[in-house]
């Protein structure tokens, strides 16, 4: 129903930034929440962060004052601007949208990951 492309991981150096995207598409389909979250090797997922349709933000406490998440609603995509990145933010981090279809039944959609490594 929706499928997600994320893009912009790598590899930095710390103090680094980086900014991931993530292009959500499908037949019909409306998004209210959009997010990124991570999973770090030998750790379970965690939310980095949320948004909303109408701009509420949220996020996870180790990255506040780093990190910012931004939308555009036209463009269905959502934005992870990561900045004084640090080794352990070094993580798979995956994007989701969390909507209904206009057919009315709700859905959660994850993309496929992408690599984010901080290290000297």
């Known amino acids: 129903q929706v499928k997600l492309v994320e893009s912009g991981g790598g590899l930095v150096q710390p103090g680094e930034s980086l900014r991931l995207s993530c292009a959500a598409s499908?037949?019909?389909?409306?998004?209210?929440?959009m997010g990124w979250y991570r999973q770090a090797p030998g750790k379970q997922r965690e939310l980095v962060a949320t948004?909303?349709?109408?701009?509420?933000?949220n996020y996870a406490d180790s990255v506040k004052g780093r990190f910012t998440i931004s939308r555009d609603n036209a463009k269905s995509s959502v934005y992870l601007q990561m900045n004084s990145l640090k080794p352990e933010d070094t993580a798979v981090y995956y994007c989701?949208?969390?909507?209904?279809?206009?057919?009315?039944?709700?859905?959660?959609?994850w993309g496929q990951g992408t690599q984010v490594t901080v290290s000297s």
């Open positions: 989701n949208a969390h909507g209904r279809s206009t057919g009315g039944s709700d859905f959660s959609s």
């Open positions: 948004i909303t349709k109408s701009g509420s933000t």
């Open positions: 499908g037949v019909a389909f409306s998004i209210n929440t």
